[in-house]
């Protein structure tokens, strides 16, 4: 049976059905157990709303109301902290706290101390992780044996090329050491990929794409307004269909194409169902970009000072390099450039209806 993605033109007016829609037409209900709890990974990226950077208010809002109407009772809304960003503060200015009070939901903080990690033996074979940590993989336990449902947003990355379904993993399953693993972040989210399918009952995905993000993402991007709902209980398939719709081609992405040739899922548009949009005719020609932390830790992980790795990354010389990324996108980029951007958005339909779930 081919993998199926729906693929859906969507407006400010009519998001919250069509995010609805687009899940039905990509058969959710029979990849989404009803009887088992579902957590709702939310993905954000930074503290501060940045058009195309986290998980929507309208997303969340959409598969939310879908889920109710069709019986699911159990809808846990989770996310991770990293050393940069501040989740809690992120759900504020995102605009997703007003959304959990309008379905009655409460936000689980993965890194909180009531909220127990445990380690996990892959059965699958890793192709980096359990060398990566040496001593266990650790996952959160509430996790376990859960629906995952995952909420990513359309957009580029620094390090994976394009970022969505499968990354969205990388910010719930791995804790705050997850940035040991930027150096084979490729192989990372199929090891990822392969304890979800241990872990989870059923996988199911809502990319947002109403504003998609361009180049040195997840933050310091150029976001257009796209008017794009993806949806696909296929992982590789969504973030495959995805990477085409930004002109990429999905197998040159490491992780699409290490997924598809391990049958995690399919990577190969022309083996797939695409519902909806016809995506042959859907270009954006993005590209990716740099900033000054992503060089500089491009050059830790792969160039130059690679030999340095562990020194700068794993001992207590490992805050510069916090200090240093907060400095650089809080203090310097969002201020001079991305708060720019964002004013832009707001005067959109869009941005008018991100305002009203504040």
Known sequence: MKSKVSVLKTSP???????GRAMKMAD????????????????????????????TPWQLDGVASRMVKD????????????VVVDPKLGAV??????????????????????VEWIKYEPKAKMLVLDKVFKNGIEIPKILMDKNAFHLPTMKTHVFTTITGAMKNAFGGLLNEN???????????????????????????????????????????????VKNYILASGDSVAIDAVSARMQGFNPL?????????????????????EIVGEDINQI???????????????????????????????????VPWSYVAS?????????????????????????????????
């Open 71 to 82: 019986g699911y009772k159990d809808l846990i809304p989770a996310q991770n902290r990293t």
């Open 326 to 358: 907060r400095a650089y996108h809080d203090l310097f980029w969002y201020r001079t450039i991305g708060r720019r951007r964002v004013r832009q958005i707001m005067k959109t339909e869009w941005g008018r209806l991100f305002a009203r779930y504040g």
């Open 93 to 114: 200015n995102n605009h997703l706290t007003s959304v959990l009070k309008k379905h009655g939901l409460d936000f689980i903080y993965l890194y909180e101390t009531d």
């Open 178 to 224: 997850r940035h040991w693993t930027h150096a084979v972040i490729h192989e990372t989210l199929v090891d990822l990929l392969k304890i979800q399918k241990e872990i989870h009952p059923g996988i199911f995905a809502v990319i947002d794409g109403t504003i998609a993000g361009e180049g040195a993402g997840p933050r310091a991007m150029i976001p257009h």
């Open 13 to 19: 007016e009519s998001v919250v059905e069509d995010i």
């Open 283 to 317: 270009d954006f020609k993005f590209r990716t970009g740099d900033t000054f932390a992503s060089r500089g830790q491009k050059a830790i992980y792969h160039g130059p000072l690679k030999p340095l790795e562990r020194l700068l990354l794993r001992t207590n010389f």
């Open 28 to 55: 959710y209900e029979s990849f989404m157990p009803k009887h088992i709890p579902t957590i709702l990974k939310v993905n954000i990226s930074w503290h501060y709303y940045y058009p195309a950077c986290s998980t």
């Open 252 to 272: 040159s992405i490491p992780f699409i194409r290490l997924a598809h040739e391990s049958g995690l899922g399919c990577g190969d548009i022309r083996e797939m």
